[in-house]
Nanobody
Framework: VQLQASGGGLVQAGGSLRLSCAAN????????VAWYRQAPGKQRELVAD???????TYTDSVKGRFTISRDNAKNIVYLQMNSLEPEDTAEYYC?????????WGQGTLVTVSS
């Protein structure tokens, strides 16, 4: 399984970015697809996830600003990030779980300037 993350970049505070996680298999075969992030010197944290039944959850700090969604036909999971803050600066990783199997994509860097 390959997960290809893209869409990161440099943006000013208050701006928006959309991250994409493209899988080389049907995303509906995964129990959950998630976005994690890791800021310098900090532990990796769960940002948002979406289940095969389209239930989504968010960490408190991004609620109301980020939206996770998926395009089943394209096998892509998106993370729409609005009202970005400098604290959102991190490497963002895509993750998928199928039963006891876990898959990680490479990171995509998001930098938010103040």
């Amino acid at each position: 399984v390959q997960l290809q993350a893209s869409g990161g970049g440099l943006v000013q505070a208050g701006g928006s970015l959309r991250l994409s996680c493209a899988a080389n298999r049907r995303i509906l075969t995964f129990n959950v697809v998630a976005w994690y992030r890791q800021a310098p010197g900090k532990q990796r944290e769960l940002v948002a996830d979406i289940s095969s039944r389209a239930y989504s959850t968010y960490t408190d700090s991004v609620k109301g600003r980020f939206t996770i969604s998926r395009d089943n036909a394209k096998n892509i999971v998106y993370l729409q990030m609005n009202s970005l803050e400098p604290e959102d600066t991190a490497e963002y990783y895509c993750h998928a779980r199928q039963g006891h199997l876990n898959y990680w994509g490479q990171g995509t860097l998001v930098t938010v300037s103040s």
